[in-house]
């Protein structure tokens, strides 16, 4: 197990979940109009599911004797309603997309905990697509 190799790869979903936590409370801040208000409670919901993100990532970077990036991935903020959800959609695919492939890495690096930890990251992280994707109306019948 080539553990620097593991933190990098922890440290890079970290910098992602960073941002993912702040765009979402600033989505939550700048929701307006009628259907806001549905909308701005599950901005709140969902960035507290991504702090929980944060808070396991870094407790395994730490574990495997590394040091937890402050590093963030770029925030997207603003815009229409619309915008925003299509904004949140796009990083959650993003990072389901990263989270597979990374998942791959740590069976392949003989590391199952932190495969495990992704995996359930993974879970959580599909179903705020599937959240984004239902308000946008985007789920085929």
Do not use: C
């Not at 440290?11 to 208000?37: C, K, R, V």
């Not at 229409?80 to 989270?99: Q, V, W």
């Not at 990251?121 to 946008?136: F, G, P, R, S």
């Amino acid at each position: 197990m080539n553990k620097e190799r593991i933190v990098e790869i922890l440290n890079e979903d970290l910098s992602f979940e960073l941002a993912a936590t702040i765009q979402y409370l600033w989505h939550h801040y700048m929701a307006e109009g009628m259907e806001s208000p549905a909308i701005i409670d599950e901005f709140e919901e969902t960035s507290r599911d991504e702090m929980k993100h944060i808070e396991v990532l870094a407790q395994r970077i730490i574990y495997l004797g590394g040091q937890p990036t402050t590093r963030m991935a770029p925030v997207k903020k603003g815009g229409s309603l619309k915008k925003m959800i299509s904004d949140d959609l796009e990083a959650e695919n993003g990072a389901i997309e990263r989270y597979r492939r990374h998942i791959k890495i740590m069976d392949s690096e003989g590391d199952p905990t932190s495969r495990l930890m992704l995996e359930q990251i993974l879970t959580v992280e599909e179903k705020h697509a599937d959240t984004w994707e239902t308000v946008l109306a985007l789920r085929k019948k």
